[in-house]
């Protein structure tokens, strides 16, 4: 039983509950939400599953007052409303057959079937309006509550349905797993490798996104790599130990736990891996830069540098690549996660204020000086003076040096 998650006992759920489930058709919420509540962990979106078809939901909840929206009627979701929150609710499926990306399913009334289709004993289990839990597979609580991720049936078999479930081994285990991975699934995973390639780097780069902030993510990389999965899915080198370094200064520097900068500290060695990684992942722009600039900037770093190279660094580059690069090079240095030089690096690129160059060509313009790109070339030059001097010289001090700075 269920009884006191907040989300189990919302109206906007009973909402959609006394719409959908009536006329002889039944609904439960299914997967994460129920997985989480059972292992303590946050819920974020809500999953339904229910007998009615999607066309009836559709009907039934348009008539409720809800707001239905077909985002994936062909494969029985929709997207149901109830007063800002939104639910998906899915038709029960059976699979009719399957292609390693896809599968042709049916729509279907029986639970079991619907179970079976799933990809963890975990991931199958329901909870009805009343809170009780139901479990088809007759193993999703146990599993659940060791934090065991284990395949429905087959490994071998069901991966070769879906080539995606490899990385959701790994994920999964990754967010929530403990002990050891589970040994079948692991053999399953090194025999079926090879199908990762058929996957779209869209896919593919969602899940390497989850797996590697995640909790676990040091041993679950350890075990994609000795399992042939980091080869493929990276096409490059993994440096896992920097990379499990990176995860212990989480605790220090939360901006250690971005997916992003986990990736750069365990597969650039080179500036070029960057595009490698953007183009195997699809990376959107704002990542691919975000990496770029913190591996080119990551170079320069030691913990022992000097504050004034620490604020010029900061001028040039700003606060998130200054820190993201700061934590790339200390995890690729021997120091750890307990050194005091890097924590104070890491502090002082926090605490500095990066501040505003006092002149603008403005000011030249009043000195007499001519348009043209004269004007940006004085800039600079007085711009360099001003970062030499730490940033002490003030705007009349600047301008009064003004034929000295060139
Ligand atoms: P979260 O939303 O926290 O990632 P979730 O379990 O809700 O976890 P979803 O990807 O939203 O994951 O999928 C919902 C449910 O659909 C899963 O719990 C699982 O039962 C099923 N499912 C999703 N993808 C697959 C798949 N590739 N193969 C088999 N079942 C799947
Ligand atoms: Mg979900």
Not at 83 to 110: M, Q
Not at 163 to 169: A, E
Request: hydrophobic share 45%; proline share 3%; charged share 30%.
């Amino acid at each position: 039983m269920i009884t006191d998650a907040l989300w189990l006992t919302s109206a906007n759920l009973a909402r959609v509950f006394d719409a959908i489930a009536i006329e002889g058709d039944d609904a439960r919420v299914v997967g994460g939400a129920v997985r989480n509540t059972l292992m303590g962990e946050p819920v974020c979106d809500i999953d339904v599953a229910t007998t009615a078809v999607p066309d009836t939901v559709m009907t039934r909840a348009r008539k409720a007052g809800l707001k239905p929206i077909p985002t994936g009627i062909d494969h029985g979701t929709i997207t149901v409303v109830s007063e800002g929150t939104a639910y998906e609710v899915t038709t029960l499926r059976e699979d009719v057959e399957t292609f390693g990306r896809h599968a042709v399913v049916r729509f279907s009334r029986d639970w079991q079937a619907d179970a079976a289709r799933r990809d963890f004993t975990m991931n199958a289990l329901y909870v009805d309006a009343d809170g009780a839990i139901h479990d088809p597979t007759g193993e999703g609580v146990s599993d659940c509550l060791a934090r065991r991720v284990r395949f429905i049936g087959d490994p071998h078999a069901r991966i070769r349905e879906d080539y995606l479930r490899i990385l959701r081994f790994f994920r999964f285990h990754a967010c929530y797993g403990s002990g050891a991975i589970d040994a079948a699934g692991l053999s399953a995973v090194i025999s079926a490798r090879e199908g990762l390639r058929q996957l779209s780097a869209e896919r593919v780069g969602h899940e390497i996104r989850r797996i590697l902030p995640a909790p676990h993510a040091v041993e679950t990389v350890e075990a994609m790599a000795e399992t042939g999965i980091i080869e493929i899915v990276f096409a490059g080198v993994a440096l896992l130990e920097d990379f499990a370094h990176l995860h212990h200064l989480t605790d220090f520097a939360a901006e250690a736990g971005d997916a992003i900068l986990r990736l750069c500290a365990l597969s650039c060695f080179v500036q070029e891996d960057v595009e490698r990684l953007a183009d195997r992942l699809r990376l959107s722009t704002r990542e691919e830069k975000r990496m770029a600039h913190a591996f080119g900037a990551s170079r320069g770093f030691s913990s022992d540098l000097r504050e004034r190279d620490v604020r010029e660094c900061l001028y040039r580059v700003g606060h998130e690549t200054a820190i993201d690069a700061a934590l790339l090079a200390w995890c690729r240095d021997e120091a750890g996660p307990e050194d005091q030089g890097w924590r104070r690096l890491i502090v002082a690129l926090r605490t500095f204020e990066i501040p505003v160059f006092p002149v603008a060509g403005r000011d030249l313009l009043v000195l007499g000086r001519k348009p043209g790109p004269g004007i940006g070339k004085a800039l600079r030059a007085l711009e360099a003076r001003w970062i030499a001097s730490d940033f002490a010289l003030t705007r009349d001090d600047l301008l009064a040096g003004l034929e000295a700075s060139e």
